[in-house]
């Protein structure tokens, strides 16, 4: 089975700081995948990599940065952290074999940010 | 541009009766395949169902299967005999062939199964 990890399951940071939230996966995927979750606006894409190095902004990447310098770990950054980053940070990781793959989850870190 | 439309914030279902959950899609592409996820309230995403655009009969997984019914751009998640272990926020997404690599998300339903 796929294991996507997650390092923190709770966090909660002050407004202003540098915020590092950290995955990895064990199945050598190529791609990787960073969502924010919120009540009523389902899962929102912020950044995502189909290689070591390589990224691709989503829909939401302004106040987020992402670093993968690793095939397996995949981080995802807050530059300064403010109050309206505060959610449920997903990833996810799937394999570039095949378009039918699904994307496999961590299981989520709920970010607070005061 | 892709988007995934869940019309349905929350749905109540009697244990044992079957439910239907609504996704309709947009898409100007002619390949592109649709996923249903289900998110207990631990957290977890669960991937559930896949039906791909040119599949000609819709998916089957255990108690669920995928109403798709193309020419209406709409996947309908069908749940049969519903158990108590079925409450979870639902969610419908996509991939397209000539989109990026990640899925687009729909706003979710929560199901409540009731005894």
């Known amino acids: 089975d796929v294991k996507v990890t997650q390092s923190s399951r709770y966090l909660v940071k002050r407004t202003g700081e540098k915020v590092f939230l950290e995955c990895v996966q064990d199945?050598?995927?190529?791609?990787m995948f960073w969502y924010r979750q919120d009540p009523g606006l389902g899962l929102r894409l912020i950044y995502f990599s189909y290689d070591v190095k390589m990224k691709e902004k989503g829909d939401i990447p302004e106040g987020y940065s992402v670093s993968r310098e690793k095939k397996e770990r995949f981080s995802l950054i807050l530059e300064s952290a403010s109050t309206n980053q505060t959610s449920m940070y997903l990833c996810?990781?799937?394999?570039?074999?095949?378009?039918?793959?699904?994307?496999?989850f961590g299981n989520g870190t709920r970010l607070t940010v005061t | 541009a892709q988007k995934i439309t869940q019309t349905q914030p929350g749905m109540f279902v009697q244990e044992k009766e079957a439910v239907t959950l609504d996704c309709t899609y947009d898409?100007?592409?002619?390949?592109?395949?649709l996923f249903w996820y289900k998110q207990p309230s631990s957290g977890e995403m669960i991937f559930l169902i896949y039906q791909g655009s040119y599949d000609e009969q819709n998916a089957t997984e255990g108690r669920y299967s995928l109403n798709f019914q193309k020419a209406r751009k709409s996947a309908n998640l069908v749940i049969s005999a519903s158990q108590l272990g079925d409450s979870a926020m639902y969610f419908c997404a996509m991939r397209t062939s000539t989109g990026r690599r990640a899925l687009t998300f729909g706003s979710g339903t929560r199901l409540q199964v009731q005894p």
């Open positions: 996810a990781s799937r394999t570039g074999q095949s378009s039918n793959s699904p994307l496999h």
């Open positions: 898409t100007s592409d002619q390949s592109y395949g």
């Open positions: 199945m050598d995927h190529e791609n």
